[in-house]
Each structure stands twice: as structure tokens, then as C-alpha cells.
């Protein structure tokens, strides 16, 4: 059974830093690569980074210089280091494997929310 248990979220002021954590079942977290993904109220789930199996990384542009992914195999786990929050980074962050097709699985965890606010 394929697991992601996202957590690390919370409530920070504008300007903050907080770092999320995900654990993965061992069996799929290094088979390709793995994501970082969003959603706020009202809004479409959204990639926000992702770090392939070769290492290299992807932002969505509005968290580029703010955000870093990385990966810790020996773990099977997968960080995102937030700084320099804004109140639209607001939402429920999501972990998931990414496929050969740059497709997230049909597996996800409950998320851990981040909150920007004063």
C-alpha cells in the first residue's frame, strides 16, 4: 500500500520560514521522482515543486528563490523549505510520487496546512 504523510505545516507571519516533511512507502518513493503540491480554497491543486530521480528540480515561477525540494533517499523522504512566506502561499500542501509521464499517483495523503497570516 502506497502512503504519503505529509506534516511540518502551520501558522507563520508573512516573511516566516517553515520546512514540511513527507514520508513514503519505500517501494515507490525513488522509482522516478517525487512533488511538492498546493491547494487553497477556491483554487485547482497546483504543482509547486518537484526534484526527479537524476536530482534536478522544478518551481512554479511564484515560489522560485523562496522555495527549495530536496530528497533524502536513505529516509524515503522529501522536504520543502518555505521562507520569506507570503499570505498567497496559503493552503493545504500535498506530497506525491511523479511518474515517467510527469503525472502525480493516484495516491494522496492528507496534506498539512500552512497558513500566512498576521
Known amino acids: 500500500q502506497v502512503q504519503f504523510v505529509e506534516s511540518g505545516g502551520g501558522l507563520v507571519q508573512p516573511g516566516g520560514s517553515l520546512r514540511l516533511s513527507c514520508a513514503a512507502s519505500?517501494?515507490?518513493?525513488?522509482?522516478?521522482?517525487m512533488g511538492w503540491f498546493r491547494q487553497a480554497p477556491g483554487k485547482q491543486r497546483e504543482l509547486v515543486a518537484r526534484?526527479?530521480?537524476?536530482?534536478?528540480?522544478v518551481y512554479v515561477d511564484s515560489v522560485k528563490g523562496r522555495f527549495t525540494i530536496s530528497r533524502d533517499d536513505a529516509k524515503n523522504t522529501v522536504y520543502l523549505q518555505m521562507n520569506s512566506l507570503k499570505p498567497e502561499d496559503t493552503a493545504v500542501y500535498y506530497c506525491n510520487a511523479i511518474n515517467i509521464w510527469y503525472q502525480p499517483s493516484t495516491y494522496w495523503g492528507q496534506g498539512t496546512q500552512v497558513t500566512v497570516s498576521v
Open positions: 519505500g517501494s515507490i518513493f525513488s522509482l522516478y521522482g
Open positions: 526534484i526527479m530521480r537524476g536530482g534536478s528540480t
